[in-house]
């Protein structure tokens, strides 16, 4: 079993919808949860980054995170062409600098 | 915001030769950089993590010979792949971290093709 799940996709949605994209993870030291967004031949660019449970909200993105279920998740509101990207989520634990990647799931937001 | 660079974007080399690449933090001290493999749609992997002035540790199945690190100041990090094969084509990412802060700031990636 991989430390952090996350489904590839593609997951296809139309203009203006709403997205859920999630990951679980196995490890409970994990602290820190990221979500990354990657345009195809890019770097990774930080979207959102979470301490521990909780919401955070930033413009279209919503973050979440459940450690007690060990599940996260990101919501993008108002969903534009621009978002079709991978979006991948990262964690870490208290204390080390290591992030530990899902497998990011492709999403194309269509006109 | 912290902006990491890496040199060259793209490569393209002959099997057998060894290829450098360069990742640099513009605008902060990196007190540890990452090294990570992605291949086609799949995520990133670690392959190790450089300390400046201070040997690379590697993952497990990364072979430290065949990629050498080496992290001489706080903003440049070099990642040379030795005697490339065409197995070795990839996507390679750098990262950089600062002690100060919990994140870690992507470059834009090299791509590695070898013939």
């Known amino acids: 079993q991989k430390e952090v799940e996350q489904d590839p996709g593609p997951l296809s949605v139309p203009e203006g919808a709403i997205v859920s994209l999630n990951c679980t993870y196995s490890n409970s030291a994990f602290q820190y949860f990221m979500w990354y967004r990657q345009y195809s031949r890019k770097g990774p660019e930080l979207l959102m980054y979470?301490?521990?449970?909780g919401n955070k909200e930033d413009g279209r993105f919503t973050a979440q995170v459940d450690k007690s279920s060990k599940y996260i998740s990101l919501f993008i509101r108002d969903s534009q062409p621009s978002d079709s990207a991978t979006y991948l989520c990262a964690m870490m634990t208290g204390g080390g600098n290591k992030l530990t990647f899902g497998t990011g799931t492709q999403l194309k937001v269509e006109l | 915001g912290a902006v990491v660079s890496q040199h060259p974007s793209r490569v393209i080399c002959k099997s057998g030769t060894s290829v450098k690449i360069e990742c640099r933090s513009l605008?902060?001290?990196?007190?540890?950089m990452f090294w990570y493999r992605q291949f086609p749609k799949q995520s990133l992997m670690l392959m190790a993590t450089s300390n400046e002035g201070s040997k690379a540790t590697y993952e497990q199945g990364v072979e430290k010979d065949k990629f050498l690190i080496n992290h001489a100041s706080l903003t440049l990090s070099t990642l040379t792949v030795t005697s490339a094969h065409p197995e070795d084509s990839s996507f390679y990412i750098c990262?950089?971290?600062?002690?100060?802060?919990?994140?870690?700031?992507f470059g834009p990636g090299t791509r590695l093709t070898v013939l």
């Open positions: 605008d902060f001290q990196a007190t540890t």
């Open positions: 990262s950089a971290w600062t002690s100060g802060g919990n994140e870690q700031f």
């Open positions: 979470t301490y521990s449970s």
